[in-house]
């Protein structure tokens, strides 16, 4: 009897050890996600500050950067996608990062030797973002294969806690950091965020899955299409494809016009636009740490319905702003309720597109997505630019948030059979991440 009870004690548990291990993979994995969120929200306006103060580009120039930026890495990306689905996801993820680690420690590194020029500035901009849809693009794929589906939930509101927690500090940080040491020597803090994620993602042990395999007989325009079909063959997909074009699109469009409306139209001081700002950023974090008790007491599906509505609602109090201290209160709460609203839904429809596509399609879908997002949202800022040099700012704002209410019919109000699975669980023994 005592053989037997040695002889058990002795024998590995090889689930628990498999569920260590996940879960060791995930924080490290959640490590390097918080190094390159914090280090780009360092450099955040560190790229134009270079432009300005070190290459003495022109406002046009200055605008190129950011449209070269969004157009052609959406092009340099596009065939990537069918590349990145059919090949293990984690080298992919390291190799990102190496390059933007290259391509952003080059910028302080060329303006030492003083030959740094505009045009490496757009070549820098364009390889940082390709490398980061194509990490998106393979993360997300990789992120579902180590991630059990009972624990998705959790795992993407700890993503979001950290954007908008980064988001906070991020900015404010790093205007310190410019103002002290440059915004060169700031590029280069931002470079090594991107080698200490590649170095935390070499560590990870969980066994990655072998990539779906391609099909024998493949055409490239098909393959490159392959996920926007898929997302467009699926309605509770479909719904949230447009839905999020158009709440991103709005938003991204608000940026520039709410800075004009805010300090110029209205006169507020720079001071108090931070504060708005800053309160935005914790609305974010509070958000994404109410998703856990939220889905538990009332199900992904209507957490995805109130959250998708919420977001879109309250655009509307910035244009009825007045230039006083109500004014501040209204824009002030518009900006915490959007985005708490956006805090809660972001990893829910982040953990609903998980759960539905299938992992022959998650990298391609994931690109599509991103692709798509990189045109739609310049030309909304375009035409609400347009706009509003012919009227004003706060018309384009409430022609925004009318067009922003809108995208609340596209949200997936029929419950699609794939959601009828087992509801989503927390708390369980052990569950915490």
């Known amino acids: 009897m005592v053989a037997t009870t040695e002889s058990a004690a002795s024998t590995p548990n090889t689930a628990g050890e498999a569920e260590d291990r996940w879960r060791q993979d995930f924080r490290r994995r959640w490590g390097a996600f918080a190094a390159s969120e914090f280090g780009s929200a360092f450099g955040y306006a560190a790229l134009p500050i270079v432009a300005v103060l070190v290459v003495e580009a022109s406002d046009f120039r200055v605008s190129l950067l950011t449209v070269l930026a969004s157009v052609v890495s959406a092009a340099v990306a596009l065939p990537l996608g069918p590349w990145i689905e059919h090949h293990r996801k984690l080298p992919m993820m390291v190799a990102a990062d190496l390059l933007r680690f290259v391509a952003i420690g080059s910028v302080p590194v060329a303006a030492l030797l003083g030959v740094l020029t505009y045009w490496q500035l757009c070549v820098v901009a364009i390889v940082q973002m390709a490398a980061r849809l194509a990490f998106d693009s393979a993360g997300v794929a990789q992120l579902r294969t180590l991630v059990p589906q009972l624990y998705r939930p959790e795992a993407n509101g700890r993503f979001e806690t950290t954007v908008w927690t980064a988001n906070a500090v991020g900015p404010t940080v790093g205007g310190i950091l410019i103002s002290w040491l440059g915004a060169t020597v700031t590029m280069a803090v931002d470079a090594v965020s991107f080698l200490v994620s590649a170095l935390l993602l070499r560590g990870l042990r969980h066994p990655e899955p072998a990539p779906p395999r ?220």
């Open 214 to 433: 391609r099909d024998t007989e493949h055409h490239w325009t098909r393959e490159i299409t392959n996920g926007w079909r898929y997302i467009f063959r699926h309605s509770g997909l479909k719904a949230l494809f447009w839905n999020s074009m158009v709440f991103g699109g709005c938003l991204m469009a608000v940026v520039p016009l709410q800075t004009v409306f805010v300090l110029r139209d209205l006169g507020f001081p720079p001071w108090q636009y931070g504060v708005i700002t800053g309160v935005a950023g914790i609305a974010g974090i509070i958000g994404s740490l109410l998703v856990k008790p939220l889905t538990r007491r009332l199900g992904e599906h209507r957490i995805l319905l109130f959250t998708g509505v919420g977001r879109n609602l309250w655009l509307g109090l910035l244009p009825l702003a007045p230039a006083s201290t109500t004014g501040l209160v209204l824009i002030t709460a518009s900006e915490f309720l959007l985005v708490l609203f956006a805090g809660m839904f972001t990893p829910t429809f982040a953990t609903y597109r998980m759960n539905v596509t299938d992992d022959a399609h998650m990298s391609r879908v994931i690109m599509s997505w991103s692709i798509t997002n990189k045109i739609v949202q310049p030309l909304f800022i375009a035409a609400a630019g347009a706009l509003a040099a012919v009227t004003s700012a706060r018309t384009s704002l409430t022609v925004l948030a009318a067009i922003l209410l809108t995208g609340t019919a596209l949200l997936p109000w029929r419950l699609q059979p794939e959601q009828h699975h087992q509801s989503l669980t927390f708390n369980l023994p052990g569950s915490s991440m």
